[in-house]
C-alpha cells in the first residue's frame, strides 16, 4: 500500500493495489454516493473516496499514517 499528499493538499492518496468491485462494496458500507466509477463513503469524520482500481483519496486526516489507518481499516470492512 502507499500513501502520498495529493497534488491539491486536501487529501492523501492511498493506493491498494487490488481490484474492488464498488457495487458489492456499496452492500457493506453506508455510502453517500455510488457509481460504478467511484463510491464516497464516511466513517467516523473521515471520508473516503473509493475507486476500483483500490485507488483511494482520504479526507479530514492529518497525516499519512491516520490516512494509511482509515484505508485500512475500510478495507477491513470489505473482507
Do not use: Q, W
Not at 456499496?26 to 482500481?53: F, G, M, W
Not at 486526516?61 to 470492512?77: M, Q, S
Amino acid at each position: 500500500m502507499t500513501v502520498s499528499l495529493c497534488s491539491g493538499k486536501t487529501a492523501f492518496e492511498v493506493n491498494a493495489f487490488t481490484e474492488i468491485d464498488l457495487m458489492t462494496a456499496a452492500k457493506v458500507l453506508n455510502a453517500r454516493v455510488t457509481t460504478p466509477h467511484i463510491l464516497i463513503v464516511d466513517i467516523d469524520d473521515t471520508e473516503i473516496s473509493l475507486y476500483p482500481t483500490g485507488r483511494m483519496l482520504v479526507k479530514r486526516v492529518r497525516t499519512e499514517e491516520e490516512a494509511l489507518k482509515a484505508a485500512r481499516g475500510l478495507l477491513e470492512l470489505l473482507e
